[in-house]
């Protein structure tokens, strides 16, 4: 057994599979009672605590690594290691654990291999194995097969780099550097391409700060010239010291200033030319690399906020009108970078920037740039805009309405608008990019609700009165001409036929009409008043008469939109001007195709016979279904045949229901509510006469004249109306038997010049019929 003789380091793998040091000590093999075998011992270095108590299992399987590890799993993911500071001390605890196990000490495996995870991390323990060779012409190959051998391991990359990441190692590197190429070493100068490479992948940011000093990053460069990979060798350090052009729209007096835009432009191209497109291996180790950049662009930017002159300079130059365009096209090109690199500011800089660009009058600026006709001038401002919409949506919006009470006739907005339509590229990539713009200039989520300051419904009020117009003008002057009724929409006009074939056209109206459809959305409001008084959804149907599919389609959502806002105005307007129609035709003649076309469609008429919208059911129903019914490879039209007839069984049905609430308020009241009422009264008639002495003649004369005009109860035709007749025989004489019996009033009314007789059923419960 061994005795403690050697201080050893002890790693644990943690549950990210990264291997930790647990601590250093004295490592010795004794037999421990209480787990009943021999033990692996580690007693702390210092304090003689006891860091590792391992017992030595026979079916465990041990490793030995090097020559001076040890390795072995306590349980499942639960990786052990001993470091050793020589081969001999970790031969005798070798020696132990192979005589446990009855196994040959000459072996370095007791059984079988561990899994091939943590087989592949077993070198991170062995930080005291890498031994950096000397900086020497020929050790380079060494070096660059310890740096690339490492780069799996993360462990092994951070104790590299600090065996690296000093200056004197990276002084005489690169002077060898200058030496292979003063000798033509091919071979020298492609290992010092792959150790300097190798180096930007060990992913440290205080490696970097030395590799990219004004001293080095040249000769940096140069060694990254020499790719293996390539014949012949890049001329980067030509083109960076000779071809580039450093231009100084205004002119920087900052000495460190001037030398952080030097190094950053050096090292992005570093990152863009020489590491264009990295692997995913790749890109994770050069994170670093991305992260300097943005660190130094941040930088850049506060260094030039923090001066007074510069900025206010800029600026002035920018709206001088005797400024000529070249100038003119520099300052916007800064800003447009200028712009670019504040997006690596953290939020409470980047809108201090904000304010500070805004008070010195960045917007008005952006105007009278935005209305030259020189279209790289044009474009850079446009770019500029897009930055500060993204900043701060809310200032840019305050600033278009403030424009608008300015004497300038042309509004800044309808500005940008004009850009979208002034777009030479054939896709339109800059007509897209804008209208990203405008609607997050439009979205109510970015939008202020304060009482205080109600700037969703005073930004969508003015846009829709000054704006919109300039807005759908491309919608309306294509279809303009395929009006010829107001209550149809036709299209006989070559010309405009041939417009909405257009491929570009197409495009333009396309994205004016998700827009549209974003606007119709997310201000329901405004866009109902203006949808209404423009009659604009029939020129948006007009556009089903393209060929392009995809507007077609455009089109059919914006009618959609406007169903899904469930407003019966809308639905009136839809109703009124039959514009399901060109729907129901563009369906058709889809045919039989299964396409977005058709799914987009069929998923309209879906939506309202799902929700039950009643008016626009019926209307669907009344006017296509005799054309839709054939249709049923679906089941949606016949669905809506059956809401149709259920709503209609349904109003039948209310009606019944309403009438047998008349007739049995009115006209017929239980008849044995009479009967009581007449037997009571009868009693009561019994009762007086037995008190009150017998009528005399003339009593009995007046009670026949008061009894001329009564009339009898209706009768029941066989169709089950009622017949009102006047009668004067049998109801009469027994009224004037029983004086106090109440009688049936007649609804019709035969004769204007008779008295009306004294009804007495209150008024308040009287019916009222038309007659």
């Not at 002890?10 to 004794?30: A, C, P, R, Y």
């Not at 004086?739 to 009287?766: A, F, G, H, Q, W």
Request: hydrophobic share 40%.
């Amino acid at each position: 057994m061994a005795d403690e003789q050697s201080i050893v380091k002890v790693f644990f793998l943690n549950d990210d599979q990264q291997w930790e040091m647990l601590g250093k000590g004295h490592v010795s093999t004794i037999y421990v009672e209480r787990l009943q075998g021999l033990c692996l011992l580690v007693r702390s270095e210092l304090s003689g605590l006891e860091i590792l108590e391992s017992k030595i299992n026979p079916d465990t399987p041990y490793q030995r690594r090097q020559g001076t590890l040890i390795v072995w799993s306590e349980a499942e993911n639960h990786g052990m290691a001993i470091s050793f500071p020589d081969a001999a001390s970790c031969h005798e605890i070798w020696k132990d654990i192979c005589q446990v196990q009855g196994k040959d000490p000459s072996t370095d495996i007791t059984h079988d291999p561990l899994v091939e995870s943590e087989d592949e991390t077993l070198d991170d323990v062995a930080d005291d194995v890498l031994e950096l060779p000397n900086c020497e012409l020929g050790k380079l190959d060494q070096i660059a097969h310890l740096v690339t051998s490492v780069l799996t391991s993360p462990l092994r990359k951070e104790r590299l780099a600090l065996l690296v990441g000093n200056e004197d190692f990276i002084k005489k590197l690169l002077q060898l550097f200058h030496t292979c190429e003063d000798l033509e070493d091919t071979e020298g100068l492609q290992n010092l391409h792959d150790i300097v490479k190798g180096m930007l992948f060990l992913n440290q940011a205080s490696l970097l700060e030395i590799l990219f000093s004004d001293k080095y990053i040249m000769d940096v460069v140069g060694c990254l010239e020499y790719d293996p990979a390539l014949a012949q060798p890049k001329r980067h350090r030509e083109f960076l010291t000779q071809k580039v052009k450093f231009k100084e729209v205004v002119p920087i007096i900052d000495h460190a200033l001037l030398q952080k835009i030097h190094q950053t432009y050096r090292v992005q191209y570093i990152q863009d030319i020489l590491f264009p497109i990295p692997s995913i291996f790749e890109e994770n180790f050069l994170s670093t690399l991305t992260n300097f950049i943005l660190l130094n662009k941040g930088a850049i930017v506060n260094m030039l906020q923090e001066d007074d002159k510069f900025l206010s300079t800029a600026f002035a130059q920018l709206r001088d009108k005797t400024t000529d365009d070249d100038t003119r096209r520099e300052l916007l090109f800064f800003f447009k970078e200028f712009c670019a690199f504040s997006q690596t500011l953290v939020p409470e800089n980047r809108n201090a920037l904000f304010k500070t660009l805004t008070q010195l009058g960045i917007l008005p600026a952006l105007k009278i740039v935005m209305n030259m006709n020189d279209l790289q001038i044009r474009a850079a401002a446009t770019d500029v805009f897009t930055y500060l919409v993204e900043y701060s949506p809310c200032r840019v919006r305050e600033f278009i309405i403030e424009d608008h009470q300015s004497e300038d006739s042309i509004l800044f907005i309808n500005l940008v608008i004009e850009q979208i339509f002034c777009d030479t590229d054939p896709e339109l990539g800059n007509a897209v990019h804008l209208m990203e713009v405008l609607r997050a200039l439009l979205d109510p989520n970015n939008m202020m609700t304060a009482s205080s300051h109600c700037e969703k419904s005073e930004f969508l009020h003015f846009f829709c009165m000054h704006c919109m117009n300039n807005f759908i003008e491309p919608l309306m002057s294509t279809t303009s001409a395929y009006i010829h009724d107001k209550d149809n929409i036709v299209g006989s006009d070559e010309n405009n036929i041939n417009c909405l074939n257009n491929y570009r056209t197409a495009q333009l109206l396309a994205l004016i009409l998700d827009q549209l459809s974003f606007c119709v959305q997310h201000h329901a409001y405004y866009m109902k008043k203006y949808i209404l008084n423009q009659d604009l959804l029939r020129k948006v149907l007009i556009l089903i008469n393209s060929k392009h599919t995809f507007l077609i389609l455009c089109a059919v959502r914006f009618m959609r939109t406007m169903i899904g806002l469930r407003d019966e105005l809308l639905n009136h307007y839809i109703i009124k001007g039959n514009f399901f129609e060109p729907v129901v035709n563009a369906l058709l003649e889809n045919g039989t195709r299964y396409n977005m076309l058709n799914s987009a469609i069929v998923e309209l008429f879906d939506y309202v016979r799902m929700e039950n919208i009643k008016s626009l059911v019926a209307h669907i129903v009344e006017k296509f279904y005799a054309t839709l019914k054939s249709i049923e490879y679906v089941q949606t039209f016949k669905g809506l045949k059956v809401k149709y007839e259920q709503e209609k069984e349904l109003q039948n049905q209310v009606t019944k229901n309403l009438c047998s609430v008349l007739y049995s308020q009115v006209f017929c009241r239980d008849s044995g509510v009479f009967e009581e009422e007449e037997e009571r009264s009868i009693n009561e008639n019994i009762k007086e006469e037995a008190i009150e002495p017998p009528p005399e003649s003339g009593f009995e004369i007046k009670r026949a004249k008061e009894n001329e005009d009564k009339v009898d109860l209706p009768s029941q035709t066989p169709f089950g109306d009622f017949e009102f007749t006047s009668s004067h025989s049998a109801d009469a004489a027994d009224e004037t038997s029983n004086p106090n019996r109440r009688r049936v009033i007649c609804l019709v009314d035969y004769s204007d010049d008779e008295e009306e007789e004294e009804d007495e059923t209150p008024p308040s419960k009287r019916p009222h019929l038309s007659p």
